[in-house]
């Protein structure tokens, strides 16, 4: 296992600590901070806000982008957008972070697991259609569940470590079956599905901007809205739900306070124009893993042939638990921050009851799958 820790002291150049995801932040970052003060718009309204929405609109490829606090708020909304309810069930992949499953449950809603696939590790769409095929039916225009009824309202298809999900034939089946589909593209910003960006697919998608995502704004979060008149309900139900008027407060539905302040966009307009930069970086880090990976007993998680990712982590399977324990703490006693994945959702006692098709691939994945260190090197120039 020497030469894994060998790899990633060369790839981060022998640093002291090397993180699993960090930032990097210079003067640009502080300029336009800076600049957010001085203008005293720090919080709910303010150029950055809207520059900020308007970049990524345009890099995406969406009619509508909508700053939101985090990628947890901007994945509520969208469920709330997508006409999600309670008792309503939500379909999701059990292999995710845990706020995927807890915008559902708070909705009233239920998330119902099926597996990942072996390519790129987020949802398995055959396991999904095998799923749908024993269990649903059609009721009208309603997609109900065999056994308790519920309508199937929606599918959280998530771009695990920013690989994307096979979303052509996700799609077609969801279009068959008249479900939802609703992108958690938390970690899959700067990730193209056949040329086409992650999060445009769906009706509404989720993008994260938290601290060890792949550009930040200290924490945020986005909307990606397919149609203008999406866009302006999604702008409008995370800011109150207020009426435009001259002085009276006039809020037309139940809201949220879910708008990112001018501060936290500013810091995203400066990461912005990193981005290129960064997943520069991130592939050629991801070919030394590889190339370093090769003939060995750990299997490197590659990006899909349909796709190109951005490579948010790294990660790799290893042979046994054991193993992949071992590679843990040989790491983390030479200051290299690994991190196993995410338990399960269905081993987490809230989920534990969830619904669920066969997971194998998920528990087999959940006791072998490491993250390496991930972060872009840090010689920037994007000027
Ligand atoms: C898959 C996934 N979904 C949702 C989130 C939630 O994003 P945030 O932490 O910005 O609320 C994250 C990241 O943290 C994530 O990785």
């Not at 720090?42 to 700053?67: H, L, M, N, P, Q």
């Not at 997943?279 to 880090?285: A, D, G, P, T, V």
């Amino acid at each position: 296992m020497k030469f894994l820790l060998d790899c990633i002291k060369h790839i981060y150049h022998d640093q002291t600590r090397i993180s699993l995801h960090e930032p990097i932040m210079d003067q640009g970052e502080i300029d336009y901070v800076v600049k957010a003060i001085k203008s005293s718009y720090v919080s709910s309204t303010g150029e950055y806000i809207d520059k900020f929405e308007e970049e990524v609109s345009r890099y995406t490829g969406v009619k509508k982008a909508v700053a939101t606090v985090n990628g947890t708020s901007a994945l509520q909304a969208s469920l709330v957008l997508s006409g999600v309810k309670a008792g309503d069930i939500v379909i999701t992949q059990a292999l995710t972070f845990v706020a995927t499953c807890n915008v559902i449950k708070h909705l009233g809603a239920q998330p119902l697991f099926v597996d990942v696939s072996p390519v790129g590790l987020g949802l398995s769409v055959d396991a999904l259609e095998e799923y749908l095929l024993e269990y649903a039916y059609l009721d009208g225009e309603n997609c109900k569940h065999k056994i308790t009824k519920q309508c199937i309202r929606a599918v959280v298809p998530m771009h695990t470590f920013g690989h994307p999900v096979d979303l052509d034939c996700l799609s077609l089946l969801c279009h068959k079956w008249n479900i939802t589909i609703v992108e958690d593209a938390a970690e899959s910003l700067g990730s193209f599905y056949k040329g086409q960006h992650t999060g445009t697919f769906g009706r509404f998608s989720a993008l994260s901007f938290n601290g060890n995502k792949i550009i930040t704004t200290g924490g945020g979060g986005m909307i990606l809205c397919k149609h203008d008149e999406d866009g302006i309900h999604a702008k409008h139900i995370t800011t109150t739900a207020k009426k435009p008027h001259a002085y009276e407060f006039i809020h037309d539905e139940a809201g949220f306070n879910f708008r990112m302040p001018n501060l936290n966009a500013a810091l995203g307009c400066a990461q912005f124009k990193k981005l290129n930069h960064y997943l520069k970086s991130k592939r050629e880090i991801s070919e030394i893993y590889q190339q370093a990976l090769i003939n060995t007993e750990y299997q490197f998680v590659k990006e899909p042939d349909y796709a190109k990712s951005n490579y948010w982590l790294n990660a790799i399977i290893c042979e046994s638990k054991q193993s992949r324990n071992e590679v843990i703490e040989s790491c983390l006693k030479a200051d290299i921050l690994v991190r196993p994945v995410w338990q399960p959702m269905h081993y987490l006692p809230m989920f534990k009851s969830a619904l669920r098709g066969n997971l194998s691939l998920t528990e087999y994945l959940g006791s072998r799958l490491i993250n390496l260190p991930s972060s872009p090197r840090i010689e920037v120039n994007c000027d």
